[in-house]
């Protein structure tokens, strides 16, 4: 789409994993002839797979030149976007859902969204513009009323996304149906189609004869239809295919045809319209024949997203044989077989255990192709069922799947057949075979049970080093799916039982067990979100305090927002790609560049030697000389015409090393080694040794895993040098265009000049700054050609750290009534092989480790360890997300041993008057306590409390949680420089007012606000002002947008400069008071009055004496409160959220769409951190989570059932702008709500079956940690089944955790 300056169109991952890249794709059906409308990923779409198809990208929908369409209206009224990057390819999957589905169900909505990944808003605002086209939605659906709540006459409140903001949305018009392009009106080509590409030539038969021929004749040549399997394969693996068929114009693979023993399904049929063929039998056929149908939907339903399901065929999905296949597993129970075709004839051969294994002997000959699948009908006394578990419940692949099927003598529990298989525990789907032949003739009984769990943990044996690790958790599913297998079939046995008089009784399945059967369905969030309605008397044209919409939010919705690497190509552009180090700690020895530099395009090589200025310092080099610290550390660039032979270059450059030694990857083993990159942080008051003595104490230990930033726009930049005025234009996203500068002079020749410009930037979440400074550097230093670089989302997450793995060690002492005496909490963070921010973060660690707790003695210690993995940088939250989690834990813990609810101890020690921090700042927490209360009430949460004991109470496999946290979050920076900010306004002639100010456009809405501040202090109508993006240029010494006080200070500065030229334009107002603006303003440039001015906030004084431990660090604080509800699935480990709410305090918010999206999307942030975002490095330092597929952040489906946000009526700041308060970060650390609230019901499941209900904390709470932390009859079989011997040439384990 580049080519075509089609820019709206995004790509952030290139695996078909995150939806950013979506578009809609219209193709004529090879068999009914129809038109069908499908989203697709065009990451993974071949471009001559298009042929004949027509494209219709977010351009094509609607544009802000010529007509939004209502999708895009909605988005953007909605407040569903923020940095904007994820939002075409929303648009695109809502546009094609109605294109299909006018009306579409919420259930619908939910399923297409899916697969678009969003990192900044936390989806409810986008599902809620989704939902205003939906039958069943009407309004807020406030207090479960179905309306909207200003419906309702509350006038107390406001909420966000009414659908009379929108306009109607009509499916009529005729830019729903303006592309139908001339091929698909022909009749179809029934001539070969061959398109020849530089390596691969392409070719597509027009006849299934013509298929088999061509097959034939190039047996090696791989069938390609959704690419969802070879294209990854191709990208990652490198497989090259110099031929490619293409069958998508062969009609004969998607015939369907129904008999009366089964279905036989094309190959060619999409795994989406595989759905849709069972859904339709499924209606047709008695419940007893639809089995195995019912159950290949259930897993159609989680595969994947929409649009891999609309790519991916079923032949495909066969032929690929995935350990993971979420289909083969049942299609080989369910008895399915394969119909071959080749020039030879057909022949069937069964989707056995032989076949998945990739036998030679079941497999397919060379010339074969699959024309498609048999599905037997299941029959009366036949039972299949399939299981699955991903880290969450959509967009995840599998880590075991199962199908199973029983067969009983007719009128008895009798086994008469049995197969089970399982994925993800092995290098392809494993049949128990042996076991099942084993259990042939066994009566269905507890005894049966035991009996097959022993015997499936030892033939699916798995040993502790199998690749994709979590082995013990892998064998716990593996019998706790045949539990719930177990226990589904003995239902369903007593239904079929009852009618022979003479059969056996069955026990009855105790209701409390019932709870193992069901899985989590997915669920339509719903939600309220409350914030103060502004003042009545305030005029109407002051837009401080109102919801409005984001300014770059059409631009997001209509794909016409610039980001960096929409910047058309620049004439001599040349393309960049680096080369990382493969070892974690090594000496180069050497470097061999001759064959890359023989690659035709390749133009240069630039390393360490190259650069003209300095390479960084000496502990944190910019680029690596002699001695590499990291995998992943950059040595050095190529510069090539192409990115293709950029890459190309990189895979022929030749290193050796020496592998040096110690090689430390983890906390521990920094603190066995004592390497730390910096001192200490130490605060302390009180005497803790004299109150440990007079408590009981508990010591534990907390571990918090670290997070990838996963900003959806990967590092970008482009550099265009101005030689004759030696300056350097420099277009970057990023989050501190000064420090960026700031780098670059490191590097570039002396008296050069750069310009910075920060276009519309993809969330940074705070900065890898000293990476991107770096390569930034290199290209400032490089030919003199303009140069581009666009990081890979592999390369992006390979190179750059992210927020920092926490280990925290504490000892509290307490009373019996739950009064903490003392607390010690000692916390060590990995910082990486380089220092970067981590003696800040470690400092903000300590400064907030208290949170909203008084206790009279205190000591926290703090450091940050240099290991052998990327430097670790800031992140969202500064340290706090992690350090506070430990706090919590041990109040958790406190809560445990005196036998009380965790808010009890909560309240006991939490800041109730005026006070001092144990820093010695003074406060006053009223706020806090209203937060809190407030919390306490909007959730119900005492009634809740109860209820959760009481589903307790009746249910053995599914355990409920509940908790409350209160937040005491600081904003700001510790340091007085950070606390200025400039703005620069203009007016022009017309009237129309130009703001410049120092902070950066993130996707958290700064530029409206300033806009909003700039109309009040003018008094002009916001459609007056423009705003200039952020450059160095424009506005000097800028500010990192960071801690949270962006639009505090920079406000201030809009502020200033604004009332300067009020000032000077008081004069003529007076002289004409009923003047319009554009009156004055002509008669002020008459008058020669500067209509321009510079505006300065020398803001808040910080200062901290870490010798003392005392000072003023932060200007204000935030407050809050979140309580969250979940359910969690004792034998999965899965859980769901049922219900969130949060209180802020936000004072008099300055925008509450936009500081609402920023709570709720920092929450979603925060939750992903506690529970499913987990990096996993090999023995050998190599991050294996390193896409959309490996490493898990929140989905749509994984936002709370309920989720209510409010905004705590106004309280008064007087250091901000209008009394507001900044909260970009605090809303992280409220998703710790969920982590408290599963560690609730791990607690209840755990004191249910006699556990010790105190245990070791562990962030993230994934499935495995939550389905291993119920420990139970199963994971009690999996630690007396021993694993297989470890061979000596082996590692262990597979991954280790820093
Ligand atoms: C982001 C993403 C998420 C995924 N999530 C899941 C998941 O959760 N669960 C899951 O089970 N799978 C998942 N998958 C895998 C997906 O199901 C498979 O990649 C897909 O089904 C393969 O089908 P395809 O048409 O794209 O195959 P292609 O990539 O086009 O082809 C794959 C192979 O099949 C061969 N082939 C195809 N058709 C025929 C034929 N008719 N005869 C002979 N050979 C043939 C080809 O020669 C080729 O070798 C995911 C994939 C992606 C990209
Ligand atoms: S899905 Fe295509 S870029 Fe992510
Ligand atoms: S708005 Fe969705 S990723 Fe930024």
């Known amino acids: 789409f580049l080519t075509m300056r089609l820019t709206g169109t995004k790509y952030a991952c290139g695996r078909g994993g995150c939806g950013a890249c979506t578009v809609m794709v219209s193709k004529r059906d090879p068999t009914s002839q129809e038109i069908r409308h499908f989203s697709v990923t065009t990451c993974l779409v071949p471009i001559c797979s298009l042929y004949g198809a027509a494209v219709t990208t977010v351009e094509g929908v609607g544009s802000m030149k010529t007509r939004l369409h209502p999708v895009q209206e909605r988005i953007a009224k909605s407040h569903g976007t923020q940095c904007g990057f994820c939002t075409p390819g929303m648009v695109m999957s809502m546009y094609t859902l109605l294109r299909n589905h006018p009306q579409p169900s919420e259930e619908q909505l939910l399923e297409a969204l899916g697969g678009n990944l969003c990192r900044c808003t936390g989806y409810r605002p986008i599902l809620a513009s989704g939902k205003t086209f939906c039958l069943e939605s009407n309004g807020c659906q406030q207090k479960g009323t179905g309306k909207c709540c200003l419906d309702l006459g509350e006038n107390d409140s406001s909420s966000l996304g009414r659908k009379s903001d929108v306009s109607p949305f009509a499916l009529s018009s005729p830019q729903e149906y303006h592309l139908t392009p001339t091929r698909m009106t022909e009749n179809p080509e029934k001539r070969t189609l061959t398109f020849h590409g530089e390596r691969v030539t392409w070719i597509s038969p027009g006849t299934f004869k013509d298929l088999l021929e061509l097959k034939a004749k190039h047996p090696e040549a791989p069938l390609i239809l959704g690419n969802t399997s070879l294209g990854p394969a191709m990208r990652s693996k490198g497989c090259l295919h110099p031929i490619l068929l293409s069958p998508a114009r062969i009609s004969e693979l998607n015939v369907v045809s129904k008999t009366n023993d089964g279905l036989t399904i094309g190959a060619g049929c999409s795994l989406a319209q595989v759905k849709d063929i069972l859904a339709e039998r499924v209606s047709e056929l008695p419940e007893e024949k639809t089995q195995t149908y019912r159950a290949l939907l259930k897993h159609l ?103 199973m099927r029983v067969l009983f003598k007719e009128g008895t529990d009798i086994i008469e057949d049995l197969s089970i298989t399982y994925g993800g525990v092995g290098a392809a789907t494993v049949s128990a075979h042996k076991s099942c032949q084993q259990l042939l003739g066994r009566q269905w009984d507890e005894l049966m049970l035991d009996e097959a769990c022993r015997r499936l943990l030892d033939e699916v044996s798995l040993p502790g080093w199998a690749p994709g690790g979590r082995v013990e958790f892998k064998r716990t599913l593996v019998v706790s799916f045949f539990f719930k297998f177990y226990l589904q079939v003995l239902q369903e046995l007593k239904k079929l039982i009852k009618p ?143 990115d293709v032979q950029a890459k190309r270059a990189i895979e022929k450059i030749k290193i050796t090393y020496e592998e040096l030694e110690p090689i430390i990857f983890t906390i521990k083993d920094a603190i066995k080694h004592n390497s730390f990159l910096c001192p200490e942080k130490k605060l302390e008051q009180g005497n803790i040794e004299e109150a440990f003595e007079k408590v009981d104490q508990i010591v534990e230990e907390v571990h918090v895993g670290g997070q990838e930033h996963f900003y959806m726009e990967t590092q970008r930049v482009l550099v265009i040098p101005k030689t004759e005025d030696k300056e350097l234009d420099i277009y970057v996203s990023t989050q501190d265009p000064a420090h960026v500068q700031v780098s670059v ?122 290991t052998n993995l990327p430097s670790n940088t800031a992140f969202r939250g500064f340290g706090f997300p992690q350090g506070t989690l430990v706090t919590e834990s041990c109040i958790t813990a406190v809560a445990a041993k005196c036998g009380l609810p965790p808010e009890k101890i909560r309240e006991k020690n939490m800041y109730r008057t005026v006070d001092k921090t144990i820093y010695k700042q003074a406060f006053n927490p009223e706020s806090l306590i209203r937060c809190w209360n407030e ?278 700041t007087p250091l901000t702008i209008y009394s507001s308060k900044g909260l970009g970060e605090s809303g992280m650390f409220l998703g710790s709500s969920v982590f408290f609230a599963i560690t609730d019901a791990v607690a209840a499941a755990r004191k249910e079956r006699d556990i010790a209900e105190d245990f070791t904390v562990k962030s993230p709470a994934t499935p495995e940690w939550v389905r291993m932390a119920c420990a139970d009859r199963f994971t009690e079989m999996v630690y007396i089944c021993p694993l297989p011997l470890e061979p000596p040439s082996h590692p262990t384990p597979w991954a280790i955790f820093k």
């Not at 069937?348 to 048999?374: C, M, N, Q, T, W």
């Not at 300014?551 to 960049?576: N, R």
Request: net charge negative; hydrophobic share 35%; charged share 25%.
């Open 301 to 403: 339903k989680s595969l994947a997203s929409q649009q891999i399901r609309n790519m991916a065929s079923l032949g495909g999905h066969i032929i690929s044989r995935h350990s993971y296949s979420d289909l083969n597993p049942i299609l080989a129970v369910g008895n399915a077989t394969l119909n071959l075709t080749s020039e030879e004839g057909t022949r069937r051969i069964p989707l056995s255990e032989h076949f998945l294994a990739g036998l030679a002997s079941a497999d397919l000959k060379p010339e074969e192709i699959l024309e498609s699948v048999y599905i037997p009908h299941s029959q009366k006394w036949e039972f299949v069922s399939a299981f699955r578990q991903a880290q969450c419940q959509q967009n995840a692949l599998p880590d075991v799947n199962a199908g």
């Open 745 to 866: 002079l490191h590097f570039k020749h002396p008296h050069q000049q750069d310009h910075l410009s920060c276009k519309a930037s993809g969330w940074r979440f705070w900065r890898e700054d000293r990476k991107t400074g770096c390569l930034r550097g290199y290209c400032s230093c490089g030919t003199g050609h303009p140069i581009r670089l666009v990081l890979d989302r592999e390369d992006d997450m390979l190179i750059t750290g992210g927020r920092h793995p926490l280990f925290g060690k504490y000892k509290v002492g307490f009373m019996n009534n739950g009064r903490i005496k003392a607390l010690d909490i000692e916390c060590f963070i990995n910082g990486g092989c380089t220092l970067d921010d981590s003696e800040l973060v470690t400092e903000f660690l300590i400064l907030k480790l208290e949170n909203a707790y008084k206790i009279r003695n205190l000591r926290f210690r703090g450091r940050a360890c240099l």
């Open 935 to 1212: 919390c306490l009430d909007a959730s119900s949460f005492h009634n809740r409390r109860k209820q959760v004991e009481e589903f307790n109470k009746k249910n053995y496999w599914k355990k409920r949680g509940i908790a409350v946290i209160p937040m005491k979050f600081s904003v700001g920076f510790a340091a007085t420089s950070y606390h200025q900010a400039a703005a620069l306004v203009h007016i022009y002639t017309d009237g129309s007012v130009l703001v410049t100010h120092g902070g950066n456009e993130l996707g958290q809405g700064i530029h409206t606000k300033m806009l909003q501040v700039a109309s009040r202090e003018l008094k002009i109508p916001m459609s007056h002002l423009h705003i200039c993006e952020t450059s160095t240029a424009m506005v000097p010494n800028t500010i990192a947008t960071a801690a949270s006080v962006g639009a505090d200070i920079n406000g201030k500065a809009v502020q200033n400069a604004c009332q300067i030229l009020l000032k000077r334009l008081e004069p003529i107002i007076k002289k004409n008071p009923e003047g319009t603006w554009e009156e004055w303003i002509e008669a002020a440039f008459e008058q020669r009055i500067s209509l321009s001015a510079t505006g300065y906030f020398r803001g808040y004084k910080a200062f901290m004496d870490w010798e003392k431990g005392e000072g003023d660090p932060f200007p204000y604080y935030v407050y809050g409160a979140a309580c969250s509800e979940v359910e969690i699935d004792c034998l999965t480990g899965a859980h769901k959220k049922i219900r969130t709410d949060i209180v802020m305090d936000a004072c008099c918010s300055l925008n509450p769409a936009i500081d609402i999206g920023q709570i709720e999307g920092a929450f979603i942030q925060g939750m992903g951190l506690y529970t499913t975002e987990e990096l996993k490095y090999s023995p050998e330092g190599v991050l294996y989570s390193r896409g959309p597929d490996e490493y898990k952040i929140p989905t749509i489906s994984d936002v709370p059932e309920e989720f209510n946000v409010s905004l705590l009526p106004s309280s008064q």
């Open 500 to 642: 022979f008089p003479n059969s056996r009784r069955y026990p009855e399945i105790s209701d409390r067990f019932l709870s193992a059967l069901e899985d989590f369905p997915g669920t339509v969030p719903q939600g309220v979100q409350r914030y103060q309605s502004v003042d009545s008397h305030q005029p109407l044209q002051d837009p401080v305090g109102r919801p409005v919409m984001h300014l770059s939010g059409l631009k997001h919705a209509t794909g016409e927002a610039e980001f960096c690497d929409d910047i058309p190509m620049v004439d001599k552009e040349l393309c960049m790609a680096l080369v990382t180090s493969t070892r974690a700690y090594a000496k180069i020895i050497s470097i061999d560049l001759s064959e890359a530099l023989e690659i035709p395009g390749v133009v240069d090589v630039i390393t360490a030697k190259d650069i003209p200025g300095t390479n960084g310092t000496e502990d944190d080099k910019l680029l690596a000389v002699d001695e590499v610290l990291c995998v992943g550390q950059i040595i050095f660039a190529v510069v090539a015409e192409t």
